[in-house]
């Protein structure tokens, strides 16, 4: 009588163990946010004429976060107002979108710091739901042609730059600051250190957004394969998030770096697999494409087949 009654507690303990378990997985499921799906405006005027269009496409889309450029002489301010209210009555956010290659260089530091400038003003005139929540950089020194030939001096200034981004917005401000860099930037090497320029990225900005630009999630090459030690360094860093990056538009670099061809429904196929393969990740935060009109573009060319 005794062993079988200490046999059912044992049981008992076990069941409720289980059941414990599941109900912590639940709940770290449910408390974890949902995954990113953002695009990149380039064309701000578009928000002038073509708000309603935009925040529609979005919704069918799933579109949750847009990074949309700052043109201070060719968008008023009325205009962002306008457009971002109705993002957000759609729960879309915004982040405001800036960048160039020259930027690097500590010579260009004002371009930086009028872009915070005006975020900034702006901000303290709009309502709450009219506000920006973030800056978004996208500076790619890269493609300077310097970059070949002292690539050391325009790193060394390029993360001057960044340390500059970072500490300016964040003063008196909430203010999410994220940057677009190269799936290959795990290769680089801060200046005189064995740091590479991708954890140096991760421990100072809140997101990065890596633009891997292939049209295949799994296998050599693929998507998965040219993110997952940037991810799995974002996991120990526990500060960045990662945003994977991929390509619609057209391209010349070659047949595999965008879903212009395979058009979006392949293009989502193969997010749906780069979600499943980093789901365990959890600085991963989800994926962006790139860019908002070249995805309007295939969308509506495949409406007319």
């Given at each position: ?20 378990s599941?109900?912590?997985l639940?709940?770290?499921a449910?408390n974890?946010p949902?995954?990113?799906?953002a ?5 701000a005027k578009l ?7 935009i925040?529609?496409?979005a919704r069918d889309?799933?579109?949750n ?11 008023s301010?009325?205009a962002?107002?306008?457009?971002i209210?109705?993002?957000?009555d759609?729960n879309?956010?915004?982040e405001?979108?800036g960048?160039?290659?020259n930027w690097?260089?500590t ?5 930086i710091s ?19 929540s ?9 493609l300077?042609p ?8 325009i790193?060394?200034?390029w993360?001057k730059?960044?340390d ?5 917005t964040?003063?008196?401000?909430k ?8 799936f ?8 005189d ?10 421990q100072?900005?809140?997101s ?7 049209n295949?999630a799994k296998?050599?090459?693929g998507?998965v394969d040219i993110?997952e030690?940037t ?5 120990s ?6 945003i ?11 047949s ?8 979006t ?11 499943e393969e980093?789901a365990?990740n959890?600085?991963f ?6 860019d908002y009109e070249s995805?309007?573009h295939?969308t509506?060319?495949e409406?007319?087949?």
């Amino acid at each position: 009588m005794r062993v079988v009654k200490r046999y059912s507690w044992l049981w008992i303990g076990l069941l409720l163990l289980i059941t414990a378990s599941i109900s912590m997985l639940l709940l770290n499921a449910n408390n974890r946010p949902s995954l990113t799906t953002a695009t990149w405006i380039w064309n701000a005027k578009l928000i002038s004429s073509q708000t309603e269009e935009i925040v529609a496409f979005a919704r069918d889309n799933q579109i949750n976060l847009i990074y949309l450029h700052i043109e201070p002489t060719g968008v008023s301010p009325q205009a962002y107002r306008a457009f971002i209210k109705q993002a957000r009555d759609a729960n879309i956010k915004v982040e405001a979108l800036g960048g160039d290659p020259n930027w690097a260089y500590t010579a260009n530091r004002q371009s930086i710091s009028d872009l915070i400038s005006w975020v900034k003003a702006y901000n303290q005139t709009a309502k709450a739901e009219e506000r920006f929540s973030g800056i978004h950089v996208d500076i790619e020194p890269y493609l300077l042609p310097e970059w070949k030939k002292d690539q050391a001096k325009i790193v060394n200034q390029w993360l001057k730059n960044v340390d500059y981004l970072i500490a300016e917005t964040k003063k008196d401000t909430k203010l999410q600051v994220s940057a677009d860099l190269p799936f290959w930037i795990d290769t680089v090497n801060v200046p005189d250190d064995t740091e590479k320029v991708s954890n140096w990225m991760l421990q100072r900005l809140d997101s990065i957004t890596l633009m891997a630009y292939r049209n295949h999630a799994k296998g050599h090459n693929g998507i998965v394969d040219i993110v997952e030690k940037t991810v799995a360094a974002a996991n120990s860093e526990n500060k960045a998030t990662v945003i994977v990056g991929v390509n619609i538009l057209e391209s010349s670099e070659g047949s595999n770096v965008s879903f212009h061809e395979e058009g979006t429904h392949e293009m989502k196929q193969q997010l749906v697999i780069l979600q499943e393969e980093l789901a365990g990740n959890p600085a991963f935060a989800g994926s962006a494409i790139h860019d908002y009109e070249s995805w309007k573009h295939a969308t509506q060319r495949e409406e007319q087949l």
